[in-house]
């Protein structure tokens, strides 16, 4: 995997696991060799170029597109990373009232660490939602494949927002 996250500049990587094991030092290398020395061959012609961003975001648009949120209010923070790459389409298709704070792309994260489990990530869009304007603030790393969820009394992230979700899916299995 080709990873942002919520690492710094100089952090920007790999990241390769096997068996959800770490995977590095001698052993890429050792790989790597075994690859190159192999008689493995790539048939050429093999790619599709595909749209992903715009089927993710159709697909997000028709799976929420009910919803009601006129009389709401939400501020983003995108924290200089990549989600407004997708968010503004959503926000914005789905008549969503909404702050947009940090969204302009910077690899070196002038305003928020890309990590939300750090607390002074979250003052900015605390600070927002202590206007009371605001019903619910959501802050993403850098690579926007993590969510932090706050209420003016509440941050939710990670397994905590994930059992929160949880509680209000419906048995799924014969969808």
Known sequence: MITESHNLLEYNDFKTTIDKQPFFRKNIYFLGNTVLSSDMSIPENTTTDIDAKEKYIDYLLNEFRNLKLSKHFFAFDCGNGVAKTVLWNIV???NINSKNLYDETDRTFPY?????????????????????KYNLGFT?????????VLSPKYSLKGDALALFFSKFIKNQQNR
Do not use: H, Q, R, V
């Not at 928020?112 to 003052?123: A, G, K, R, S």
């Open 112 to 132: 928020d660490y890309p990590d939300f489990n750090e607390m002074e990530t979250l003052e900015d869009i605390k600070y927002e939602l202590s206007k009371e």
């Open 140 to 148: 993403y790393d850098g690579d926007a494949d993590n969510i932090a």
């Open 92 to 94: 914005e298709n789905l």
